[in-house]
């Protein structure tokens, strides 16, 4: 199919579905109402459907790429009106598996060798067929039960064609809809560009699940299946074949018994650490995604797989979220709001006093519910509604963030409805800020940096004084000269005193940690002659930096 066929396929299911009546006329220029209002889908009747339910069944009818988009758009209540949103989650991929054969030459494609030999059994019939990819049951000839992962056949051309117009209609969203600049509609598909393309790459999905693979390695919290890197391509991909009962069959789980007040719990930890300690996790946990080992019920254990899209968080960001969430359960509102303004969520021109009884306003009658009612996803959800009044911008970074965890209090309150995610995720954070900005925190950082500052140091002299020759033979006034001289001198003086209080800092964590763990005595005879050489330098530091 060309593009211009792709687009009048793509005018017709919106002429069927009467899209048109979600278009802001009122705020078009003057050419382009006369355009939409004289367009041929006025001849079609208005479907006797809710809004929502035209714009899923649109998505459903476009293909593929629209629905996972639709998927997507369900996520962000920032965008779309509550009952939109709503009928955007009951997207399914409704995709018709592609023929067994054409699975069969890209697996031999990929791979360089027949199937019958790659395999000692490969099923014909797929397992699943989804947007972008189709999965197949396969023994290994080492007798290793797997499962074979392959991408749909000409996917990528339909995705660009798709994507070119995505693009064309959010640019016009953006040039011509008075919430467009906000919203920022075309950073939006940009987003999910990035995203789809990931997923058309099964090594990126493969090295995914490898990190998160080690990141739990041994964890008695979740099983990522092992990856086998000698069949797995761009195309193929082949995971180890897991056995456990699908998460949404909450009467199977306890059937078998499966403590479910603990598997809840156990699902909001898995998220909070992968977000915060390891700033790396599972951005698609939707039920089709996760399964659970009750080979041990009081103890059970999530199992997870398709790892196409993972999400991942700045240092900054980690630490702004952190204690935004504190000060949340804290009530403290107006830290709230000198966080938002802190890490440019919100303009830095924003009325503090303001932004804090807004604030105020939705939380207060939500903590005065019992904490098991309270659903944390849905709070922050109407917490950036409410700071839309104030010019908050679209925070692509937190976009999977708040994606994913919709879907783990989903999940969590669907296993156990007393699921109280509150209490269990306050004591985590606080205990990862303690780490952060605790002793163990500043001497990793000591650690992670310096190496980095010890070898700059020496060369900081250096560029000065390539500085000043440069300013020098440029030829700026003499005042110029005299203020950028200050300015260099200012600057190092401030360098300097950095770099003798983060040694000062060093000297003191290291005699921290002698003190620690060994005795006086024993110290004096132990201790080697250059370690008493440091230990007069640091107290010399110490004592320059008192001064």
């Known amino acids: 199919m060309t593009r211009l066929q792709r687009l009048f396929r793509i005018a017709w299911v919106f002429c069927r579905y009467r899209l048109d009546t979600f278009l802001p006329l009122a705020e078009l220029p003057a050419p382009l109402k006369v355009f939409f209002l004289l367009a ?22 476009l293909g593929p790429v629209f629905v996972k988009f639709g998927q997507i758009l369900s996520t962000r209540r920032d965008l779309l009106p509550d009952d939109m949103a709503e009928a955007l989650k009951h997207l399914q991929d409704r995709v018709p598996p592609f023929p067994s054969d054409t699975a069969r030459e890209i697996i031999e494609r990929s791979l360089g060798a027949p199937v019958s030999e790659l395999f000692t059994e490969f099923s014909a019939d797929p397992m699943a067929s989804a947007s972008v990819a189709q999965v197949h049951a396969a023994t290994l000839p080492s007798g290793q039960k797997v499962v074979v992962k392959v991408l749909r056949p000409g996917i990528q051309r339909v995705i660009k064609q798709d994507l070119a117009l995505m693009y064309m209609m959010a640019g016009l969203l953006e040039r011509y809809w008075a919430e467009g600049k906000r919203l920022h509609p075309v950073e939006v598909v940009a987003d999910y560009d990035a995203t789809i393309h990931d997923e058309l790459d099964l090594q990126r ?4 699940a490898s990190q998160l693979r080690r990141n739990f390695d041994h964890s008695s919290l979740i099983y990522i299946p092992f990856i086998d890197w000698d069949y797995t391509r761009q195309t193929v991909l082949v995971m180890e074949r897991i056995h456990g009962i699908p998460i949404a069959d909450v009467a199977a789980l306890k059937a078998a018994g499966v ?40 103890d059970p254990k999530y199992i997870a797989i398709d790892f196409g ?39 830095p021109d924003t009325r503090v006093n303001e932004f804090e009884a807004a604030i105020r306003t939705v939380c207060e009658p939500i903590f005065e519910k019992p904490l098991k ?28 963030l708040q994606k994913t965890l919709l879907n783990v209090e989903g999940l969590g309150r669907q296993l156990y409805p007393d699921l109280d995610l509150w209490s269990t995720a306050q004591p985590f954070l ?17 650690q992670t940096h310096l190496p980095a500052w010890l070898e700059q140091s020496p060369e900081m002299p250096q560029l000065v004084h390539d500085t ?32 003798r209080r983060t040694l000062i800092a060093a000297a003191l964590v290291g005699a921290a940690w002698v003190s620690a763990h060994y005795e006086l005595p024993e110290l004096a005879q132990s201790m080697p002659p250059w370690g008493w050489a440091m230990l007069a330098a640091a107290a010399g530091l110490v004592a320059r930096g008192s001064r």
């Open 40 to 61: 041929p889908w006025h001849l079609f009747p208005k479907p006797k459907l809710s809004r929502g339910d035209r714009l899923r069944l649109a998505m459903e009818e």
């Open 259 to 298: 403590d479910m007040k603990v598997l809840a719990e156990k699902g909001v930890e898995i998220f909070f650490t992968q977000v915060f300690r390891d700033s790396f996790f599972h951005a698609d946990m939707h039920p089709g995604n996760i399964f659970v080992d009750v080979s041990n019920p009081a």
């Open 373 to 400: 009612d309270i659903s944390f996803g849905h709070f922050l959800l109407r917490l950036f509604q409410t700071a839309r009044r104030f010019n908050m911008e679209v925070q692509p970074q937190l976009v999977l």
């Open 309 to 347: 899209i993972v999400g991942t968080l700045a240092p900054d960001d980690q630490s702004y979220l952190a204690r935004n969430l504190l000060a949340f359960f804290r009530r403290d509102y107006r830290q709230v709001a000198q966080l938002h303004i802190q890490s440019g969520w919100v303009p």
């Open 430 to 446: 606080e205990s990862w800020m303690r780490k952060r900005i605790g002793p163990s925190g500043l001497i990793k950082s000591l």
């Open 468 to 499: 000043l020759v440069q300013l020098r033979s440029a030829g700026p006034t003499e005042e110029q000269n005299r203020a950028t001289l200050a300015l260099l001198r200012d600057s190092q003086t401030r360098a300097e005193k950095r770099w």
């Open 205 to 208: 999905e493969a090295a995914n």
